[in-house]
């Protein structure tokens, strides 16, 4: 079946740091891919989507590429903030059925 | 435009209680809901969907059950609580459209069996 794997963390980064958390995917047809994020304590937020091969999500200077022929959907930010610190899922959405990976905790520091 | 409403907050059980949490979904109509959880630490676990009123697929069976009595409204229950079953608990609606759009997640609710 369909599955999503993202890199483990924890990650630690100093402020504006540059981040990848990596995430690759398997599925059949043409999925769509999410990046979520999930500050402490609270559910999670839609942060960027890309619906076909080589579009690129971008929000909050967060950006991901739909890369089919490698089956992955990285997540980049050139300069982390303090802010940005929280757990972050990929996922796949493939008709009604979504799959999240198992999260990555990034913590930012001063 | 949609929001979704989840409530309580936080909640503290002893062990054999009762459990019903509440998720209700406004502006749209006919939405999937979904119930996850997540424990502390880990990933996002579904426990229930729903396509429709009283339509509900259990992805794991355990000590909780849902129901869907009105169109945007989603419950998940417990008879008997167990210490296993706390955890944060996650109310999601989606468009059944197809794989373009996303989840809409709730605040969640922590829930502490002592």
């Known amino acids: 079946g369909d599955s999503v794997t993202q890199m483990e963390g924890p990650v630690t980064l100093s402020e504006e740091a540059f981040l990848t958390i990596n995430c690759t995917y398997t599925a059949t047809g043409y999925p769509s891919l999410f990046w979520y994020v999930q500050y402490p304590g609270e559910g999670l937020q839609l942060l960027l989507k890309?619906?076909?091969?080589?579009d690129k999500g971008s929000n909050k200077g967060f950006e991901a590429t739909y890369r089919k022929e490698t089956t992955s959907f990285h997540l980049e930010k050139g300069s982390v903030q303090v802010s940005d610190s929280a757990v972050y899922f990929c996922a796949l959405r493939n008709n009604n059925d979504m799959r999240f990976g198992a999260g990555t905790r990034l913590t930012v520091k001063p | 435009s949609q929001t979704i409403h989840q409530w309580p907050a936080t909640l503290v059980q002893p062990v054999g209680s009762p459990l019903s949490l509440e998720c209700t979904v406004e502006g749209t109509s006919n939405p999937n809901l979904y119930w996850y959880r997540q424990a502390a630490g880990r990933g996002l676990q579904l426990l229930f969907y729903?396509?429709?009123?009283?339509?509900i697929s259990s992805e794991v069976p355990q000590n909780l059950s849902a129901s869907r009595p009105q169109d945007r409204q989603f419950i998940l229950s417990s008879k008997k609580l167990l210490l296993s079953d706390s955890g944060f608990y996650l109310c999601a609606w989606s468009d059944g459209a197809g794989a373009y759009y996303g989840y809409t997640f709730g605040s969640g609710t922590r829930l502490t069996v002592v």
């Open positions: 729903s396509v429709g009123i009283g339509q």
């Open positions: 890309a619906t076909k091969a080589d």
